[in-house]
Nanobody, 126 residues
Framework: QVQLVESGGGLVQAGGSLRLSCAAS????????MGWFRQAPGKEREFVAR????????YYADSVKGRFTISRDNAKNTVYLQMNRLKPEDTAIYYC???????????????????WGQGTQVTVSS
């Protein structure tokens, strides 16, 4: 089992930046592909980004491509989400989770992720 803790959320004006962190604990944590999802009020959870355990394969939602960057530091068992040029529509609770499929199968589906963190709130004002 893996435990995940998100941090780095906050209030930022449109056009600003934030870096989210997801700290993982557990003996095999660094071997897992990881993803970021977000959920805005009144909406379903949606995919944001996913990274392989080695860090050399990534996926991004079209809505964040070119603005967000997912990365990881396996020595620290931490996954990051660098968010630039933030927009009000990025406002949501952001969650990290462990992807339980090979070859990125179901990378954009929350049903194929396990061990969700508690989430961190990101609010972007206009």
């Amino acid at each position: 089992q893996v435990q995940l803790v998100e941090s780095g959320g906050g209030l930022v004006q449109a056009g600003g930046s934030l870096r989210l962190s997801c700290a993982a604990s557990g003996r095999t944590a660094s071997h897992y592909a990881m993803g970021w999802f977000r959920q805005a009020p009144g909406k379903e959870r949606e995919f944001v980004a996913r990274i392989s355990w080695s860090g050399d394969n990534t996926y991004y939602a079209d809505s964040v491509k070119g603005r967000f960057t997912i990365s990881r530091d396996n020595a620290k068992n931490t996954v990051y989400l660098q968010m630039n040029r933030l927009k009000p529509e990025d406002t949501a609770i952001y969650y990290c989770a462990v992807h339980n499929q090979d070859y990125g199968l179901g990378y954009d589906s929350p049903t194929f992720y396990d061990y969700w963190g508690q989430g961190t709130q990101v609010t972007v004002s206009s």
